[in-house]
Protein backbone atom coordinates (compact mmCIF):
# COMPACT_ATOMS: atom_id res chain seq x y z
CA UNK A 1 0.00 0.00 0.00
CA UNK A 2 1.42 3.28 -0.96
CA UNK A 3 0.32 7.13 -1.16
CA UNK A 4 -1.88 6.26 -4.15
CA UNK A 5 -4.11 4.27 -1.91
CA UNK A 6 -4.30 6.60 0.95
CA UNK A 7 -5.68 9.55 -1.98
CA UNK A 8 -8.30 6.22 -3.64
CA UNK A 9 -9.59 6.29 0.08
CA UNK A 10 -10.15 9.98 0.17
CA UNK A 11 -13.70 10.14 -1.11
CA UNK A 12 -14.99 7.14 1.05
CA UNK A 13 -13.13 8.00 4.14
CA UNK A 14 -12.41 4.87 5.01
CA UNK A 15 -10.03 4.53 8.40
CA UNK A 16 -6.56 3.93 7.23
CA UNK A 17 -4.31 1.68 10.06
CA UNK A 18 -1.08 0.01 9.78
CA UNK A 19 0.37 1.83 6.69
CA UNK A 20 3.98 2.86 5.79
CA UNK A 21 4.03 6.42 4.19
CA UNK A 22 7.61 7.23 5.64
CA UNK A 23 9.26 9.46 3.22
CA UNK A 24 6.31 9.89 1.37
CA UNK A 25 5.81 13.20 -0.39
CA UNK A 26 2.52 14.80 -0.72
CA UNK A 27 1.77 18.55 -2.61
CA UNK A 28 -1.18 19.54 -3.64
CA UNK A 29 -3.35 16.57 -1.91
CA UNK A 30 -6.76 17.08 -0.86
CA UNK A 31 -6.98 13.96 2.31
CA UNK A 32 -10.08 16.02 3.96
CA UNK A 33 -12.14 14.00 6.91
CA UNK A 34 -9.85 11.01 6.98
CA UNK A 35 -8.95 9.04 10.13
CA UNK A 36 -5.44 7.53 10.71
CA UNK A 37 -4.31 4.94 12.81
CA UNK A 38 -0.60 3.94 13.50
CA UNK A 39 0.19 5.39 10.13
CA UNK A 40 3.88 5.76 9.64
CA UNK A 41 4.39 10.03 8.34
CA UNK A 42 7.98 9.96 9.07
CA UNK A 43 10.50 12.17 7.42
CA UNK A 44 7.26 12.52 5.09
CA UNK A 45 6.90 15.94 3.20
CA UNK A 46 3.63 17.74 2.84
CA UNK A 47 3.50 21.09 0.22
CA UNK A 48 0.23 22.97 -0.09
CA UNK A 49 -1.97 20.05 0.88
CA UNK A 50 -5.59 19.81 2.87
CA UNK A 51 -5.32 17.35 5.90
CA UNK A 52 -7.78 19.24 7.60
CA UNK A 53 -10.57 18.20 10.46
CA UNK A 54 -8.36 14.28 10.01
CA UNK A 55 -8.46 12.27 13.03
CA UNK A 56 -4.90 10.83 13.91
CA UNK A 57 -4.60 8.45 16.48
CA UNK A 58 -0.89 7.33 17.50
CA UNK A 59 0.55 7.83 14.15
CA UNK A 60 4.43 8.87 14.00
CA UNK A 61 4.94 12.53 12.49
CA UNK A 62 8.98 12.22 13.40
CA UNK A 63 11.04 14.76 11.41
CA UNK A 64 8.15 15.44 8.88
CA UNK A 65 8.40 18.65 7.19
CA UNK A 66 5.05 20.71 5.92
CA UNK A 67 4.91 23.77 4.03
CA UNK A 68 1.59 25.66 3.57
CA UNK A 69 -0.51 23.05 4.85
CA UNK A 70 -3.69 22.79 6.35
CA UNK A 71 -4.11 20.96 9.39
CA UNK A 72 -7.16 23.19 10.88
CA UNK A 73 -9.72 21.60 13.14
CA UNK A 74 -7.71 18.16 13.12
CA UNK A 75 -7.28 16.00 16.07
CA UNK A 76 -3.92 14.29 16.70
CA UNK A 77 -4.26 11.92 19.61
CA UNK A 78 -0.92 10.58 21.52
CA UNK A 79 0.91 11.29 18.43
CA UNK A 80 4.81 11.12 17.84
CA UNK A 81 5.86 14.80 16.80
CA UNK A 82 9.48 14.85 17.46
CA UNK A 83 11.34 16.89 15.78
CA UNK A 84 8.68 17.92 13.31
CA UNK A 85 8.76 21.08 11.12
CA UNK A 86 5.74 23.03 10.44
CA UNK A 87 5.73 26.66 8.77
CA UNK A 88 3.06 28.93 7.08
CA UNK A 89 0.42 26.26 7.95
CA UNK A 90 -3.14 26.50 9.06
CA UNK A 91 -4.11 24.50 12.65
CA UNK A 92 -6.85 26.71 13.66
CA UNK A 93 -8.67 24.66 16.38
CA UNK A 94 -7.01 21.56 16.01
CA UNK A 95 -6.10 19.76 19.69
CA UNK A 96 -3.09 17.48 20.29
CA UNK A 97 -3.87 15.24 23.26
CA UNK A 98 -0.86 13.16 25.17
CA UNK A 99 1.50 14.24 22.16
CA UNK A 100 5.82 14.60 22.13
CA UNK A 101 6.55 17.33 20.57
CA UNK A 102 9.83 17.93 21.80
CA UNK A 103 12.12 19.48 19.48
CA UNK A 104 9.32 20.22 17.12
CA UNK A 105 9.50 23.79 14.85
CA UNK A 106 6.47 25.38 13.99
CA UNK A 107 7.01 28.20 11.88
CA UNK A 108 4.58 31.65 11.65
CA UNK A 109 1.82 29.36 11.56
CA UNK A 110 -1.60 30.21 12.22
CA UNK A 111 -2.98 27.95 15.33
CA UNK A 112 -5.51 29.84 16.79
CA UNK A 113 -7.38 28.07 19.51
CA UNK A 114 -5.38 25.50 19.24
CA UNK A 115 -5.30 22.92 22.04
CA UNK A 116 -2.52 21.11 23.62
CA UNK A 117 -3.20 18.36 26.50
CA UNK A 118 -0.39 16.54 28.31
CA UNK A 119 1.72 17.03 25.89
CA UNK A 120 5.29 17.35 25.99
CA UNK A 121 6.79 20.36 24.23
CA UNK A 122 10.48 20.39 25.89
CA UNK A 123 12.69 22.72 23.61
CA UNK A 124 9.67 22.89 21.13
CA UNK A 125 10.06 26.32 19.13
CA UNK A 126 6.22 28.24 17.95
CA UNK A 127 8.34 31.21 17.56
CA UNK A 128 6.05 34.22 15.56
CA UNK A 129 2.83 31.62 15.45
CA UNK A 130 -0.92 32.68 15.53
CA UNK A 131 -1.95 31.10 18.74
CA UNK A 132 -4.47 33.51 20.06
CA UNK A 133 -7.14 31.46 22.20
CA UNK A 134 -4.72 28.55 22.69
CA UNK A 135 -5.20 26.43 25.93
CA UNK A 136 -2.36 24.62 26.77
CA UNK A 137 -2.81 22.20 30.13
CA UNK A 138 -1.07 19.79 31.93
CA UNK A 139 2.16 19.78 29.47
CA UNK A 140 5.76 20.10 29.48
CA UNK A 141 7.23 23.71 28.72
CA UNK A 142 10.91 23.58 29.60
CA UNK A 143 13.12 25.38 27.20
CA UNK A 144 9.77 26.10 24.49
CA UNK A 145 10.07 29.15 22.53
CA UNK A 146 7.02 31.71 21.96
CA UNK A 147 8.86 34.64 20.66
CA UNK A 148 6.41 37.02 18.86
CA UNK A 149 3.96 34.83 19.06
CA UNK A 150 0.14 36.12 19.38
CA UNK A 151 -0.85 34.82 22.61
CA UNK A 152 -3.85 36.73 23.41
CA UNK A 153 -6.63 35.54 25.21
CA UNK A 154 -4.02 32.21 25.49
CA UNK A 155 -4.37 29.84 28.33
CA UNK A 156 -1.76 28.63 30.48
CA UNK A 157 -3.10 26.71 33.13
CA UNK A 158 -1.16 25.40 36.50
CA UNK A 159 1.98 24.73 33.85
CA UNK A 160 5.83 25.80 35.01
CA UNK A 161 6.83 28.17 32.40
CA UNK A 162 9.69 29.43 34.05
CA UNK A 163 11.97 28.01 31.45
CA UNK A 164 9.90 29.61 28.80
CA UNK A 165 10.75 32.41 26.04
CA UNK A 166 7.73 34.79 25.67
CA UNK A 167 10.17 37.97 23.74
CA UNK A 168 7.84 40.01 21.98
CA UNK A 169 4.88 38.25 22.50
CA UNK A 170 1.45 39.49 22.41
CA UNK A 171 0.14 38.52 25.71
CA UNK A 172 -3.42 40.77 26.13
CA UNK A 173 -5.55 38.88 28.13
CA UNK A 174 -2.81 36.05 28.40
CA UNK A 175 -4.17 33.70 31.37
CA UNK A 176 -1.68 32.41 33.33
CA UNK A 177 -3.75 31.04 36.60
CA UNK A 178 -2.45 28.73 39.05
CA UNK A 179 1.66 28.58 37.03
CA UNK A 180 5.14 28.89 38.09
CA UNK A 181 6.52 31.98 36.82
CA UNK A 182 10.15 31.98 37.72
CA UNK A 183 13.29 34.38 36.11
CA UNK A 184 10.98 35.61 33.13
CA UNK A 185 11.27 38.71 31.64
CA UNK A 186 8.10 40.63 30.59
CA UNK A 187 9.92 44.05 30.69
CA UNK A 188 7.86 46.92 28.38
CA UNK A 189 5.49 44.43 26.81
CA UNK A 190 1.65 44.78 26.87
CA UNK A 191 0.05 42.48 29.22
CA UNK A 192 -3.44 44.51 29.76
CA UNK A 193 -5.62 42.15 31.01
CA UNK A 194 -3.39 39.09 31.74
CA UNK A 195 -4.67 36.91 34.53
CA UNK A 196 -1.96 35.50 36.96
CA UNK A 197 -4.23 34.78 39.74
CA UNK A 198 -3.18 31.90 42.25
CA UNK A 199 0.07 32.03 40.71
CA UNK A 200 3.90 31.76 41.88
CA UNK A 201 5.93 34.62 40.04
CA UNK A 202 9.67 34.80 41.54
CA UNK A 203 12.26 37.08 40.07
CA UNK A 204 9.73 38.05 37.34
CA UNK A 205 10.40 41.46 35.34
CA UNK A 206 7.49 43.63 34.39
CA UNK A 207 9.12 46.73 34.34
CA UNK A 208 7.44 49.50 32.29
CA UNK A 209 4.87 46.81 30.83
CA UNK A 210 1.30 47.39 30.01
CA UNK A 211 -0.83 45.67 32.74
CA UNK A 212 -4.13 47.58 32.58
CA UNK A 213 -7.35 45.04 34.68
CA UNK A 214 -4.93 42.37 35.31
CA UNK A 215 -5.16 40.13 38.19
CA UNK A 216 -3.05 39.02 40.25
CA UNK A 217 -5.26 37.63 43.22
CA UNK A 218 -4.28 35.11 45.67
CA UNK A 219 -1.07 34.77 44.38
CA UNK A 220 2.42 35.03 45.37
CA UNK A 221 4.91 37.13 44.10
CA UNK A 222 8.49 37.37 45.46
CA UNK A 223 11.29 40.42 43.88
CA UNK A 224 9.13 41.07 41.12
CA UNK A 225 10.01 44.27 39.40
CA UNK A 226 6.92 46.76 38.56
CA UNK A 227 8.99 49.35 38.09
CA UNK A 228 7.31 52.41 36.07
CA UNK A 229 4.83 49.77 34.66
CA UNK A 230 1.33 51.08 33.99
CA UNK A 231 -1.05 48.60 36.29
CA UNK A 232 -4.26 50.29 36.64
CA UNK A 233 -7.35 48.98 37.88
CA UNK A 234 -5.78 45.79 38.93
CA UNK A 235 -6.54 42.81 41.44
CA UNK A 236 -4.33 42.20 43.93
CA UNK A 237 -6.70 40.72 45.95
CA UNK A 238 -5.46 38.40 49.47
CA UNK A 239 -1.58 38.52 47.29
CA UNK A 240 1.46 37.84 49.31
CA UNK A 241 4.25 40.15 48.38
CA UNK A 242 7.48 40.09 49.52
CA UNK A 243 10.50 42.10 48.23
CA UNK A 244 8.76 43.53 45.41
CA UNK A 245 9.17 46.83 43.28
CA UNK A 246 6.47 48.78 42.83
CA UNK A 247 8.53 52.15 42.59
CA UNK A 248 7.07 55.21 39.89
CA UNK A 249 4.31 52.59 38.50
CA UNK A 250 0.56 53.36 38.54
CA UNK A 251 -1.93 51.14 40.38
CA UNK A 252 -4.72 53.69 40.41
CA UNK A 253 -8.07 52.06 41.27
CA UNK A 254 -6.17 48.59 42.01
CA UNK A 255 -7.83 46.37 44.63
CA UNK A 256 -5.35 45.28 47.17
CA UNK A 257 -7.68 44.12 49.90
CA UNK A 258 -6.15 41.32 52.02
CA UNK A 259 -3.16 41.30 50.44
CA UNK A 260 -0.07 40.70 52.79
CA UNK A 261 3.11 43.11 51.46
CA UNK A 262 6.87 43.19 53.12
CA UNK A 263 9.93 44.64 51.77
CA UNK A 264 8.10 46.32 49.13
CA UNK A 265 8.69 49.63 47.63
CA UNK A 266 6.33 51.96 46.66
CA UNK A 267 8.09 54.81 46.10
CA UNK A 268 6.40 57.54 44.21
CA UNK A 269 3.87 55.25 42.80
CA UNK A 270 0.51 55.92 41.95
CA UNK A 271 -1.87 54.54 44.50
CA UNK A 272 -4.91 57.00 43.77
CA UNK A 273 -8.49 55.42 44.67
CA UNK A 274 -6.88 52.09 45.67
CA UNK A 275 -8.98 50.05 47.59
CA UNK A 276 -6.75 48.73 50.24
CA UNK A 277 -8.86 47.34 52.94
CA UNK A 278 -7.58 45.03 55.19
CA UNK A 279 -4.17 44.80 54.23
CA UNK A 280 -0.83 44.67 55.65
CA UNK A 281 2.65 46.36 54.53
CA UNK A 282 5.84 45.42 56.85
CA UNK A 283 8.26 47.55 55.98
CA UNK A 284 7.43 49.27 52.96
CA UNK A 285 8.13 52.49 51.28
CA UNK A 286 5.99 54.49 49.85
CA UNK A 287 7.91 58.01 50.06
CA UNK A 288 6.79 60.04 47.93
CA UNK A 289 3.46 58.30 46.66
CA UNK A 290 0.34 59.40 45.58
CA UNK A 291 -2.51 57.96 47.92
CA UNK A 292 -5.20 60.29 46.90
CA UNK A 293 -9.29 58.94 47.41
CA UNK A 294 -7.14 55.72 48.67
CA UNK A 295 -9.17 53.64 51.54
CA UNK A 296 -6.99 51.55 53.98
CA UNK A 297 -9.63 51.18 56.21
CA UNK A 298 -8.88 48.43 58.63
CA UNK A 299 -5.24 47.99 57.21
CA UNK A 300 -1.93 47.71 59.04
CA UNK A 301 1.36 49.81 58.05
CA UNK A 302 4.26 48.87 60.22
CA UNK A 303 7.86 50.40 60.20
CA UNK A 304 6.60 52.08 56.57
CA UNK A 305 7.91 54.69 55.11
CA UNK A 306 5.75 57.22 54.44
CA UNK A 307 7.97 60.49 54.03
CA UNK A 308 6.09 63.25 51.52
CA UNK A 309 3.15 60.98 50.57
CA UNK A 310 -0.04 63.19 48.43
CA UNK A 311 -3.68 62.60 50.63
CA UNK A 312 -6.84 63.85 49.35
CA UNK A 313 -9.41 62.22 51.45
CA UNK A 314 -7.48 59.00 51.92
CA UNK A 315 -8.81 56.94 54.39
CA UNK A 316 -7.45 55.36 57.32
CA UNK A 317 -10.32 54.14 59.23
CA UNK A 318 -9.10 51.75 61.99
CA UNK A 319 -5.90 51.43 60.32
CA UNK A 320 -3.05 49.97 62.87
CA UNK A 321 0.15 51.80 62.71
CA UNK A 322 3.28 53.02 64.51
CA UNK A 323 3.26 56.45 62.14
CA UNK A 324 -0.49 57.69 63.65
CA UNK A 325 0.99 60.75 62.22
CA UNK A 326 0.17 59.98 58.94
CA UNK A 327 -4.26 59.72 60.21
CA UNK A 328 -3.92 63.59 61.01
CA UNK A 329 -2.14 64.75 58.11
CA UNK A 330 -4.05 67.44 56.02
CA UNK A 331 -6.08 65.02 53.19
CA UNK A 332 -6.44 61.91 55.69
CA UNK A 333 -9.44 60.75 57.04
CA UNK A 334 -9.07 58.89 60.05
CA UNK A 335 -12.60 57.73 60.77
CA UNK A 336 -15.03 57.20 57.80
CA UNK A 337 -18.76 58.20 59.14
CA UNK A 338 -20.31 55.51 56.79
CA UNK A 339 -18.36 53.06 57.85
CA UNK A 340 -18.49 54.28 61.85
CA UNK A 341 -22.62 53.98 61.64
CA UNK A 342 -22.06 50.44 59.91
CA UNK A 343 -20.21 49.18 62.45
CA UNK A 344 -23.00 50.46 65.22
CA UNK A 345 -25.46 48.63 63.28
CA UNK A 346 -23.71 46.01 63.27
CA UNK A 347 -22.96 45.96 66.76
CA UNK A 348 -26.56 46.35 67.77
CA UNK A 349 -28.34 43.62 65.73
CA UNK A 350 -29.61 40.70 67.21
Given at each position: ???????????????????????????????????????????????????????????????????????????????????????????????????????????????????????????????????????????????????????????????????????????????????????????????????????????????????????????????????????????????????????????????????????????????????????????????????????????????CGLEGVTLNRTKFHRLLTDSDSIKTRPGAIERDDELFEAELRSASSP
Open positions: MSKEFVLSKSDTLELIRDLDLAGVSFEGDTLTGMMFNAVNFSDARLIASKFNDCLFVECDFSRMSAQGTDFSRSRFQRCKLAHLMLSDCDLTEASFNGCDLRQATVSHCVAAQLDLTECDLQEASLRGANLAGANITDSRLADADFSECDLSNAVFYELDVSRVSFDAALLRDAVFSGCCVKGRQFRAQDLTGSQFNEATLEDVDFSDARMAACNFSDSKLRRVNFARADVPNTLFINAEIEECCFDHGVYDQGIWNGAVVVRSGFAHASLNLAAIQKASFERCEFGGASLAFADFSYSRLHQ
